[in-house]
């Protein structure tokens, strides 16, 4: 079992960043790649990114592409989200997630889920 707790969020105006947390427990996180999701309000969840088990490779959406970072550290057993350039549509619940399958960017495939973080970006 992992748990997932999702920490950072807030408001910032666009062109801020943010960076998000989410800290999990188990011994068993190294073994799990890491994915961040987001969902807006009347929309389906959207995938963000994905970051390896062992942190040695990461995938993005096109959309965030260049402008988010996925990074881990295992000796921690925290996964972060740097946001930077945020524009009003990057508001969102933002969410990790934990997979054994590399690189899947539908939710469905994630077999861990935090309760999220808001982000709210302002225009």
């Known amino acids: 079992q992992v748990q997932l707790v999702e920490s950072g969020g807030g408001l910032v105006q666009a062109g801020a960043s943010l960076s998000l947390s989410c800290a999990t427990s188990?011994?068993?996180?190294?073994?799990?790649?890491m994915g961040w999701f987001r969902q807006a309000p009347g929309k389906e969840r959207e995938f963000v990114g994905v970051?390896?088990?062992?942190?040695?490779?990461?995938y993005y959406a096109g959309v965030v592409k260049g402008r988010f970072t996925i990074s881990r550290d295992n000796a921690k057993n925290t996964v972060y989200l740097q946001m930077n350039s945020l524009t009003p549509e990057d508001t969102a619940v933002y969410y990790c997630?934990?997979?054994?399958?590399?690189?899947?960017?539908?939710?469905?495939?994630?077999?861990?889920w935090g309760q999220g973080t808001q982000v709210t970006v302002s225009s």
């Open positions: 997630a934990a997979t054994k399958i590399y690189v899947v960017i539908n939710p469905r495939s994630y077999d861990y």
């Open positions: 188990g011994r068993t996180f190294s073994s799990y790649h």
């Open positions: 970051i390896s088990a062992n942190g040695g490779s990461t």
